[in-house]
């Protein structure tokens, strides 16, 4: 089961654009922010922000993060499917960005777009985050499918490659 969970988490992480992260505010209560995010073989996940918004300036203070990525146009009741993902996030110095710029943006979804180092340090507004994954879990719904008050649960999972 276990390369079951594995395939089934990256075929979550492969086929969605957005992750949910979440940071903590100052005061220490949680804040989500859905990102546009690729991934580097399931070990590092980018996405491009503002320097200037909380849950970047979050990211400063505590870089440990979670998130979630999901299929949000599956109907309720579908048996959708969940990847967690905790680990810890930092702004990418300006001094890798040309590597960092290299893997982050070869698995791009839809129309999102590849950015250049240029376009990401100096005066620009905009630089680029990496989250170092810890952890992957995957959500599983109810394990009786004949008792709709089953427990969800989420199961650790080894996607990278």
Not at 19 to 31: H, M
Not at 40 to 68: C, E, F, K, M, T
Not at 91 to 115: I, Y
Not at 122 to 136: N, Q, T
Request: glycine share 6%; charged share 25%.
């Amino acid at each position: 089961m276990t390369a079951d969970l594995d395939r089934h988490v990256r075929g979550i992480v492969d086929d969605v654009a957005y992750l949910v992260l979440a940071t903590s505010d100052p005061d220490g209560r949680p804040r989500t922010s859905p990102v546009y995010f690729s991934h580097d073989g399931y070990r590092d996940l980018y996405w491009v922000s503002a320097a200037d918004s909380q849950h970047s300036r979050n990211i400063v203070r505590d870089p440990r993060v979670a998130g979630v990525v999901f299929d949000s146009s599956v109907p309720p009741g579908s048996g959708a499917s969940a990847a967690y993902v905790t680990g810890m996030a930092r702004q990418v110095p300006d001094f890798e960005l040309e590597k960092r710029c290299a893997v982050a943006f070869r698995r791009l979804v839809g129309t999102a777009r590849a950015f250049t180092p240029d376009q990401l340090c100096g005066e620009a507004s905009l630089r680029l985050y990496v989250m170092e994954v810890e952890l992957w879990e995957a959500h599983l719904p109810g394990v009786d499918p004949d008792d709709e008050q089953a427990p969800e649960t989420r199961v650790e999972a080894a996607p990278a490659l």
